[in-house]
Structure formats: C-alpha cells, structure tokens
C-alpha cells in the first residue's frame, strides 16, 4: 500500500481543491507566425493575427455579421435531392451532409443574406470552408440562382465570398452542371444592371474559379488567398517547370491583372460599399431638346 497516493494525496486534493481544467479551445496557434493567440482575442480581429496579420479563414454566418449592417435577414435555401446519385465510398454521403450540417449550423456550403452595406441595399453569399470544403453542389448552385433572383427582386448589389475547393465529387456531373447555372446567375444580375462582386478568400479553386469567380465586375481578395483553377503541384508536374514564389497567391494575381484590389478584412466593408455606391451612380438624364424658334413673319 501507498500511503503517498492512498491518503496522503487526496487530503492535499480537498484541502487546496481540485486543479481546474482547462478547455483546449481558449488558445489558437496561427499558422502562419506560430504566436499563441486568445481565442476572444482572435475573434474581435475577425480571425486575423494580431502578430503577423495573417488571415485565417471565416465562417459563413461570422463573414455575413462582419459584412451587413446589423438587421439583415437570411435567405432561405432552396429545396434540392438530397443524395441523388445514392453515392458511398467510406461512408454514405447523406452521413457525411449530416456531419458536416452539425458542425457548421448550416444546411451546405453557402449561406445568403440580404439587408445593407452602409445604407447600400446588397445581397451577400459566403461560402463556408469547414462545410466538405466549400465544395459546390446542387445545393450551392440553387442558392446562388435564387440569390440573383432575389437580388434582381430587391434592385440590390450581388457580393459573393468565395472559398471552395470546387466541384463536389459525391455529385457527379450534376455538380459539374452547377458551373454554367452559376454563369446564368451573373447573366440576370448584370442584364438588370445592377454589381456583381466578387471576393475571393483562402481558398478559391477549381469549379468555382472556373465559373462565375471570374465573371465579376469587380474582383477582390484577401491578403494571401490562394487562387487557382488546378493545384500548383499539378501545374509544375504539367509544365515540368518551377513555379514562381507566391504562385497561385492574391498578391501574384493582382500584379499580373487578374485581380482589382487586395483588401484587409477589416476594410472590406467600407471598400464594399465604396465601390457600390461607384457603380449605382445615378444615371444623369439628357438635357432637354432645345426649342424650335417660331419662324419670322412674312414682309
């Protein structure tokens, strides 16, 4: 018997009480500069290090609050086949959807809201990363048709944050089909005349770089989104050439014109709504005709 561990301990337990425990979610490691951040801390920086000022990828709902004035309402999504292709690989994919709903709170890979960007009516789509990696299915292309829609509807500037890895396998070619759906959407915002923004975040590949990322009328990011249609290892064995450093990154793209503006996350909303209230100048009429003089009476 020992009398250390038997007696002696649990006395000195009860007497200074039980060591706390403590939760492992209060500290965040950037992945960038390796600094220790408090978790508050990282969250009133809209997850932005305070050290290096590198930006970690945002939740859907977290990009929506940062974006509207306060007031905005979500969009309900349409109604989609769940699984219609009946696809299973490890596991069934109607399991890996119910996973991915609980963990996010959301019903797939984006979420729409509609209300104000400082007074400038908007209609805002954000993908969410942590959903099957933003990956873009039926669901995602119903929503951001119905999000045109609905922004046609309201005579509202069209915003969309991107950060996907593109088509979503467990769908087949119906996901591929959601790539020309998507460009049917820019199609009704821009015929109505009204912005169609796009902001590129961390990151933006495949399918949906491919299809309505590109067709904005004006094209943003953040610092060091990674942008891209094909993986830069893919490329390199392609080209069999080295690829140049901070490829693939938003500050390459801006330099080399594919890109507007580069802009921190926290003045992406007053630039948002700069550049609407640019684009929604009102249209100045014509100055009247001038009038006919009456012709001079006869001699």
């Given amino acids: 018997m020992n009398w250390i561990s038997d007696w002696a301990l649990p006395k000195i337990k009860t007497l200074f009480g039980a060591a706390r425990e403590v939760p492992e979610n209060l500290w965040h490691k950037c992945s960038h500069c390796q600094q220790m951040i408090f978790h508050r801390d990282l969250e009133r920086n809209l997850r932005v290090c305070p050290h290096c000022g590198h930006h970690e990828r945002l939740g859907a709902r ?141 990151p933006t590949t495949g399918g949906v770089t491919a299809s309505f990322a590109m067709l904005g009328d004006v094209h943003l990011a953040e610092p060091g989104a990674m942008i891209g249609f094909a993986g830069a290892r893919v490329i390199e064995q392609t080209v069999r050439e080295k690829l140049p450093e901070g490829f693939q990154r938003a500050e390459y793209l801006l330099a080399h014109g594919m890109l507007d503006l580069v802009v921190k996350r926290a003045e992406m909303k007053a630039t948002l709504a700069r550049i609407i209230r640019l684009l929604r100048v009102p249209e100045i009429p014509p100055p009247p005709a001038p009038q006919a003089l009456p012709a001079p009476a006869p001699a």
Avoid: N
């Fill in 62 to 202: 977290a990009r929506l609050e940062a974006t509207l004035d306060p007031g905005w309402q979500r969009m309900e999504p349409p109604k989609v086949p769940v699984d219609p292709l009946r696809f299973r690989d490890q596991r069934r994919y109607t399991d890996r959807l119910k996973d991915a709903q609980t963990r996010s709170g959301l019903e797939d890979a984006v979420l729409v809201g509609h209300g104000t960007i400082e007074e400038q009516p908007a209609v805002v789509a954000a993908f969410d990363f942590g959903f099957l990696g933003g990956s873009m299915g039926m669901a995602v292309g119903e929503t951001l048709l119905a999000a045109a829609r609905l922004a046609v509807m309201q005579d509202a500037s069209l915003i969309v944050f991107t950060a996907s890895g593109g088509a979503r396998m467990q769908e087949g070619t119906l996901s591929l089909m959601q790539m020309p759906r998507t460009v049917i959407a820019t199609r009704l915002v821009k015929e109505a005349g009204l912005p169609f923004i796009v902001v590129m975040c961390d």
